[in-house]
């Protein structure tokens, strides 16, 4: 907060909450909001076991609608699913799975479709999402269609995905065939990974010159109006 004040227009800023305390996350936002000036919400994929679209969260969602707020959702390991593979880090594969697992959740408790103002962006690419999109459209349980009425792929296509240490081809691929690069951000997840493993590959895909823009600055100027230069 205090940088954005010292820099006006150079630093954007996502206010923490502790969202499985839904009082506190509530007197947070309005903290973050009304007195920090905050951009907007960041959350993780899952707490303790519950998914973001858990009715247990709904009270925050209300919120964060009421305020048409943007929320970066990053990825965390689960409690569920650490050490399935004794040696390997929950980071090598469980931090994208669990992006898709809370997007199932929200998927299937209306979330998206009853708290639609809100932005919401997905980091890594979507993680497992774009290539598993079509199985969640195909096996979405029946009984639960009223949750998306406009369908589960326009469900997904309306969400943003932040790109990092996510452009490798295949990853880029699938995303690019996802959704339109008007749906993608740039990231890339310093200080956990060096700037370079998302840039040097994302120059390299064949992108457009107008769509490397759109995705190094310009949707997020659509996001965040104040900090276009």
């Given at each position: 907060?205090?940088m ?28 973050g909001y009304d007195?920090?000036?905050a951009?907007?919400?960041g959350l ?23 305020r ?10 689960p ?24 997007v ?6 209306g ?8 932005r919401f ?5 979507g ?27 326009p469900e ?13 081809g295949?990853p ?11 749906q ?11 700037i370079?493993?998302?840039v ?25 109006p104040?900090?276009?230069a």
């Amino acid at each position: 907060a205090k940088m954005i004040q010292d820099y006006p227009g150079r630093f954007g800023m996502f206010t923490a909450v502790p969202l499985p305390d839904q009082d506190g996350t509530l007197r947070e936002i309005e903290y973050g909001y009304d007195t920090l000036k905050a951009d907007g919400v960041g959350l993780l994929t899952s707490y303790d076991d519950k998914w973001l679209g858990d009715p247990a969260f709904v009270p925050a969602f209300e919120e964060l609608n009421r305020r048409n707020a943007v929320v970066f959702i990053h990825v965390t390991g689960p409690s569920c699913c650490k050490n399935l593979v004794p040696g390997a880090r929950a980071t090598m594969s469980e931090y994208d799975f669990d992006t898709t697992r809370t997007v199932i959740s929200m998927l299937v408790n209306g979330t998206f479709s009853r708290f639609s103002k809100i932005r919401f962006i997905l980091v890594h690419s979507g993680g497992t999402l774009p290539v598993l999109a079509g199985r969640i459209h195909d096996r979405f349980p029946k009984d639960r269609l009223d949750r998306v009425p406009d369908g589960v792929l326009p469900e997904l296509k309306k969400l943003y995905y932040e790109v990092a240490h996510a452009t490798y081809g295949p990853p880029l691929a699938a995303l690019t065939k996802f959704v339109p690069t008007s749906q993608m951000l740039f990231g890339t997840d310093y200080p956990a990974e060096t700037i370079e493993t998302t840039v040097d590959p994302l120059a390299q895909f064949g992108l457009s010159a107008k769509d490397l823009h759109a995705i190094n600055r310009g949707n997020a100027e659509g996001l965040f109006p104040r900090l276009k230069a």
